[in-house]
């Protein structure tokens, strides 16, 4: 049999719909690509349990589709990023990636998700050029750009009265990123980076390095390390002796869940973040309580990012019901969503980074207690993205 124009376009039409239809109704796949090993593999699984809570605090559906996850460690290794995002969009077809925590293993995520147009979320990795020169409509974050962390630090340090500073990290997109925005804000305040040290990461033999802030003997030193590496540098720059005599502010990962390893070492330490234990909020006091409840310990900067990028994914699935083929209405829901976080309302600039609060925290027994305000609503530039 013969189907006339009309009947064949009508017919190829149902089709069409019919699998739309099937596809927003099976279960939407979530690729996870996180660390589980190595310095940042506690950042991963702060992220994974965040992101696993606001689902099953919505019954486990999102837009009205189950979850199904795929999971690939990412091992905070740029060499393997490329073929490892690649599992999950060529092997697992997966709807959505989530992830990373390192910023160099995001940076090849983002060019594998803007040349497949696979929806990706980052919820830590900082690297400026995801939101700058990478950006693309079908990349969001829910975390920071690198520049952030780094400015709001500078301009408490600032606002100290602190002229000669000293920066010390470690030499990768992250760390030298956020050392820029530290010091342009520093300088920017009257004050002078005189020199910046590094070694690689995820080294942690410090000693060299801090031998040389005490020769320099700066007014304050600016430090960007995580995970593992910053529990250790921070006991370092303690037993060294220095941190009697030269005040350390940090990027608030320096102390961010890091506070029982590092004990006495890390008490009274000042950094910024966009994220603090003690925001007396209800909406902040709920998360942390069902946090706690659900995995008995309790969130961090990476737990909250990883629900907030659960947030943001539900109300672009939301907007569409479900159907990720409509991803213009998809990708318009998530951009202009303002996302009820625990670390305060914060809604998406042009380039789909938070515009948000970044809070002064001082560390009081385990906890960094928020004791101000560095910077209020505070926009990543967004240089070199051309939406
Ligand atoms: C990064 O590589 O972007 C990063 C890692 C840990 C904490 C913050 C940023």
Redo the contacts with the bound molecule.
Sequence with gaps: MRLSPTLFTAAALAALTSTAFAQSQAPLKVGLMLPSTGT?AA?GDMIERGFKLYVEEQGGKLGGREIQYFKVDDESEPSKATDNVNKLIKRDNVDVIVGT???GVALAMARAAKDSGTLLIVP????DAITGPQCAPNIFRSSFS?WQPGYATGVVAAGKGYKRAMTITWNYA?GNETVKGFTEAFEKGGGKVIKDLSLPFPGVEFQPLLTAIAAEKPDVVFAFF??GGAVKFVKDYDAAGLKRSIPLVGSG?LTDGTLEAQGASAQGLITSLHYGDEINTPRNTAFRNKFAVTYKTNPDVYAMQGYDAAQMLAAGLTAVKGDTSKKDALYAAMNKAQVDSPRGKFTLSPQRNPTQDFYVREVKGNYNVVTGVAVKALADPGRGCKP
């Design positions: 940042f950042l925590v390192h910023s830590n990795a900082g690297a690198n992250a995580a995970g990962f």
